[in-house]
């Protein structure tokens, strides 16, 4: 993909879900409309293709507050050049414009301002920016690592379909560091570690956004990472990763292998038993997509053993989606795939309700699957009140295109029960919010 000289107008316009220019300027000419009350308002695609290059002059007035009310901040926080007379007011200028019902809205302001170095005019960030002679250090790299655990909180909240190409410019940024910037021995190898984690919350959110290919590649280039630069925490990560790919890639034996040799890279760090719980689970997935009941139940236990020990101090960011929701929502999908369905309701129902709003992702996984399972066991009652909450989280902000993908099984599920008013209602539902 190709980078604009203005990313932080780029990068906010991504996160809105406006993957072209021509999307863009519709949408700042529908803003300014609206803000302006002038319904001959208009900003067209070659006035935003100037925003977008490098260092473009500050707009007019009219175009500034379409702007702000399309961004919820103003052109001196969108890459625009201000003129030397112009006097901000800071204060004024960071505030956000959100309507606290319209979640899409805050979606989108979340993706746009939080843990993105280019999107806030810190004098870190402004050093961050690849030109020969930059000089880096413990404040830009402690910088780098806040912004990739913010993608991957995101991530966890609101999924990767909006994510995947923000995370993908601010990788670009970090190896354009990596090319150009000068820093210590010490701080190249963290430069190279922060690369390596990116690229597999990258190969992730690809994962999650459904874009399997472009997920396997990037899969396969941190790993590649991991192998020459012997970061053994970052090869378990990825083959984790790579283990649950398998399963929804229909190769269940390629996950198990998979999470056995992540378990054997966790051996040589020492992992706590967190990590071995994610991995142990990992297994068992893979071994449910075989049909293979024996196996698939030890690596439950072994799940369960291993996470009942505790929270370790080492536990690495990435096992903190694993908490007790999470996996009994794992075990139940392990027991939808073994065909269990009684016992698949009770787990992802259960699973639910425990989940909290910051694993809003998985949960809208879980009421899926839930729905799935629970149609399997001809109870409507809970295939539809499951099915409209994930259209809830759907309709609240929550982007996944793999739930998306489970609700359409769902859909298709449904239509042998068309006779139900309940069911008609559902279908009906679902139509509209997974097209």
């Known amino acids: 993909m190709r980078t604009p000289g203005n990313e932080k107008l780029f990068a906010a316009r991504v996160a809105k879900g406006w993957f072209s ?6 949408g700042i000419s529908d803003a300014g409309r609206d803000a302006l009350r002038n319904p001959d308002f208009y900003v067209g695609v070659r006035t935003y293709r ?46 956000e414009i959100i309507d606290p019902v319209n979640r899409r809205q805050a979606l989108s302001a979340a993706a746009a301002v939080i843990g993105l170095p280019w999107l806030a005019p810190t004098p870190s960030a402004a050093a961050a920016t690849g030109v020969p002679g930059t000089r880096i250090g413990r404040d830009e790299i402690d910088e780098l690592h806040a912004t990739a655990a913010d993608l991957d909180a995101i991530d966890q909240q609101f999924g990767g379909d909006r994510l995947w190409r923000v995370a993908h410019s601010h990788l670009q940024r970090v190896h354009q560091l990596i090319d150009h910037a000068t820093y210590s021995e010490d701080i190249g190898q963290e430069l190279h570690g922060i690369a390596g984690q990116l690229t597999t919350s990258l190969g992730w959110f690809c994962y999650d956004a459904d874009r399997q290919p472009a997920a396997r590649m990037y899969f396969s280039e941190a790993l590649n990472t991991a192998m020459l630069a012997g970061d053994e925490a970052l090869a378990t990560r990825t083959l984790s990763n790579m283990a649950r790919q398998a399963v929804d890639l229909g190769k269940p034996r390629e996950a198990v292998r998979f999470a056995r040799i992540a378990q054997s890279h966790a051996n040589d760090w020492d992992a706590t038993p967190r990590v071995s719980a994610l991995l142990a689970i990992r297994q068992a997935q893979g071994y449910a997509a075989m049909g293979d009941e024996m196996n698939c139940t030890a690596a439950i236990r072994r799940a369960w053993k291993y996470f009942d020990r505790g929270t370790d101090d080492r536990d690495p960011e990435w096992t903190g989606f694993l908490n007790e929701a999470e996996l009994v929502c794992l075990e139940g999908m392990c027991r939808l795939d073994l065909g269990q369905h009684k016992r698949a309701v009770r787990n992802l129902e259960r699973s639910a309700a425990l989940q909290d709003v910051e694993h809003s992702r998985n949960r809208g996984m879980c009421l899926a699957k839930l729905s799935i399972a629970a149609v399997q066991d001809r109870d409507l009652d809970r295939t539809v009140a499951a099915a409209t909450e994930s259209v809830r989280l759907i309709s609240s ?11 359409t099984l769902v859909r298709d599920s449904l239509h042998h029960h068309r006779d139900h008013p309940q069911a008609r209602d559902t279908i009906e539902l679902l139509d509209h919010h997974i097209a």
């Not at 399309?70 to 007011?89: I, K, N, S, T, Y």
């Not at 295109?401 to 489970?406: E, G, K, V």
Request: hydrophobic letters at 40%; glycine letters at 8%; a neutral charge.
């Open 21 to 26: 220019q021509e999307t863009a300027a519709e």
């Open 50 to 95: 100037r925003w977008e290059a490098a260092n473009p002059a500050w707009p007019r007035p009219d175009r500034a507050t379409a702007l702000r009310a399309a961004f919820g901040r103003g052109p001196e926080h969108l890459g625009f050049q201000p003129p030397v007379d112009l006097q901000v007011d800071e204060t004024a200028a960071g505030l």
């Open 397 to 407: 902000g929550m982007t996944s295109a793999r739930n998306r993908r489970q609700l």
